[in-house]
């Protein structure tokens, strides 16, 4: 899925026991299209047959994130980070509409996969305050994930050979309230950095 204006979320109900848990998937892309299926659709018929609420967000692409910019061959950052805005907007929605959909507002996490790894950081980080004007009574609600899954990152090193360093914008926001986070990564992965989830870890850590 690719020319994304207008986000939406779908909720997928468990099949069977709900165990009152909820994630929402950000599917990967680079923030130039969203792999919706593999990593999104796929993902939230898994989720749903372990009794867990799976909310799917196509969120606004492409170049609504840090991106690989071809012609210039390095990482650019936006200056509107519309795939953050959607992502706190939808995690305000869900704890907002917890009581309706089953959910516990206290175990409402976030999963995703590359460029949507890189959305789990940035949830799991910047969450103390919205990047949009207030829409509703949903955006009084707290958009912090109570957990983080993030599966081969992308985004997340600063790209610099001599400088093993996190980007600037996810480094400086790591603290204590930063979410619980679980990080998968492959050591021989073609696509995405390893050093992304590397950096991501010891700032964690640390």
Not at 19 to 40: C, M, R, S, T
């Amino acid at each position: 899925v690719d020319n994304v204006s207008r986000p939406t979320m779908t909720v997928y109900s468990p099949r069977g026991t709900n165990n009152g848990v909820a994630v929402v998937v950000f599917p990967g892309g680079g923030y130039h299209e969203l792999a919706i299926d593999l990593e999104g659709t796929e993902v939230c018929d898994w989720l749903t047959s372990k009794g867990i609420t799976a909310v799917l967000l196509k969120y606004s692409v492409p170049f609504s994130g840090p991106y690989w910019d071809r012609q210039l061959k390095r990482q650019v950052t936006p200056k509107a980070p519309m795939a953050l805005e959607d992502a706190q907007r939808t995690v305000g929605l869900v704890r907002f509409r917890a009581a309706e959909w089953h959910i516990d507002p206290h175990k409402i996490g976030v999963l995703g996969f590359s460029a949507g790894g890189h959305l789990v950081a940035a949830m799991s980080t910047h969450f103390e305050r919205r990047l949009y004007p207030a829409v509703d009574e949903a955006d009084k609600e707290s958009c912090r994930p109570d957990f983080a899954v993030a599966l081969y990152p992308g985004h997340l090193w600063n790209g610099d050979e001599n400088k093993f360093e996190l980007n600037p914008d996810i480094a400086t926001h790591i603290t204590s309230q930063t979410s619980p986070t679980f990080l998968l990564q492959n050591e021989d992965d073609h696509v995405d950095s390893v050093n992304d989830s590397l950096v991501y870890y010891i700032g964690l850590k640390n």
